[in-house]
């Protein structure tokens, strides 16, 4: 009951941010309303970098601790991670279309993001390669560490190269930004695809929690 | 209303990843707890 209660409450609140985005921003001077995919591509981004936040701590707890529950969520935060990137990829080529004139380029922005999300599916993959449960956990914990090291470099690339993706909006040069209903409504939506991380994430959690029961379950058997 | 059917692709393709996402989640537990329910069986069936 409680879970059907809190997608209810993820549905309204995307909901509401899809409306706010459309209907409540004020449409872009330059660029029309191509410019309002920017409440998804921005909020699916933040959130992103969020989760793979929260796994790269899940994995330093993990190496320090060695208890499985780090190891859970450690790749829970990592897939849902890399759920919302792939959301980043796809609806950034659909904005660059339409105002740059072409779908993709290797600038630093577009290509760090684009490895950030190769080094995720190889974390996942890695985990599929090893069926020892400690030494899969250890091992991916330690890779998981080592690919957080590209958030900050997706963070600072368009600070420190001037490519082709806009410049930031938060803590960015003088005169830069939005208008200010702009970042009520982008904010707004952060905090919608905020409740969502946290819905996808418990659930990819518990199910995690419940493939752990299945390898201890299979282990006692087999010694059995 | 340029670009209308970019802006409207977005979302249903962002919204559609993240519904999908969902939906395999909810196969995958379905997935487990029948491996778990077959593991008791034949453990129950084992004694």
């Keep these: 009951m409680k879970n059907v209660l809190f997608v209810a409450v993820v549905v309204l609140l995307l909901g509401a941010g899809a409306y706010a985005a459309f209907f409540i921003a004020p449409t872009d001077a330059k660029q029309g309303l191509i410019y309002r995919i920017l409440f998804l591509h921005v909020a699916s981004a933040w959130t992103g970098l969020t989760a793979f936040f929260i796994s790269f701590i899940a994995n330093v707890l993990y190496v320090w601790r060695r208890q499985p529950q780090w190891d859970w969520l450690g790749v829970s935060a990592a897939e849902t991670g890399l759920v919302f990137t792939t959301v980043v990829l796809v609806t950034g080529p659909i904005w660059a279309h339409p105002v740059w004139g072409i779908w993709w380029t290797w600038d630093a922005r577009l290509t760090s993001t684009f490895v950030l999300w190769l080094l995720y599916v190889s974390y996942l993959l890695l985990r599929t390669l090893i069926e020892e449960p400690d030494r899969r956990a250890l091992l991916s914990a330690l890779f998981g560490i080592f690919a957080f090291v590209d958030v900050p470099l997706v963070f600072g690339s368009i600070r420190w190269w001037r490519t082709q993706h806009p410049q930031p909006i938060i803590m960015g040069e003088p005169g830069s930004g939005l208008d200010p209903l702009m970042y009520k409504v982008l904010f707004f939506m952060w905090f919608a695809m905020l409740a969502l991380m946290t819905l996808l994430l418990r659930q990819r959690y518990l199910l995690e929690a419940m493939r752990g029961d299945v390898e201890t379950m299979r282990r006692q058997w087999e010694v059995a | ?47």
Excluded: P
Aim: aromatic share 14%.
């Design chain 2, 1 to 47: 209303m340029k670009n209308l059917d970019s802006l409207f692709a977005a979302y249903m393709i962002g919204w559609g990843i993240f519904f999908v996402f969902y939906l395999t989640m909810a196969r995958r537990t379905a997935a487990l707890r029948e491996e778990i329910e077959r593991l008791k069986n034949s453990r129950n069936r084992g004694k």
